[in-house]
Nanobody, 126 residues
Framework: QVQLVESGGDSVQAGGSLSLSCVVS????????MAWFRQAPGKEREGVAS???????LYHNSVKGRFTISKDNAKNTLYLLLNSLKPEDTAMYYC????????????????????WGQGTQVTVSS
């Protein structure tokens, strides 16, 4: 059974930083494309950042230069470092996995995701 468990969400001031983690069990990031999505109240879920098996990354334009996605295959863990946070970054953040074959193409499109975590809340105040 595949499980993705996120942690690290918190309430911070604008300009602050957070580090999110996603521990994967029943699966391995080595054989999957991994990604972070987010969903704010009243808005659709959107892709934030993705990483393929060879380390290729893709970012939503709104987070480029501020967020960094990475993974540790040995620890079966996906990370998202959030810097220079803005109030508009407030959302529930979800870890997602898509098994091979996969590429960066469509990696930030929710309907192509196979597995979801339960989410971790990030709240940024001005």
């Amino acid at each position: 059974q595949v499980q993705l468990v996120e942690s690290g969400g918190d309430s911070v001031q604008a300009g602050g930083s957070l580090s999110l983690s996603c521990v994967v069990s029943g699966y391995t990031p080595r054989t999957a494309c991994m990604a972070w999505f987010r969903q704010a109240p009243g808005k659709e879920r959107e892709g934030v950042a993705s990483i393929t098996t060879d380390g290729t990354t893709l970012y939503h334009n709104s987070v480029k230069g501020r967020f960094t996605i990475s993974k540790d295959n040995a620890k079966n863990t996906l990370y998202l470092l959030l810097n220079s946070l803005k109030p508009e970054d407030t959302a529930m953040y979800y870890c997602a996995a898509r098994p091979l074959p996969c590429t960066v193409i469509n990696s930030l499109v929710p309907r192509f995701v196979s597995y979801w975590g339960q989410g971790t809340q990030v709240t940024v105040s001005s």
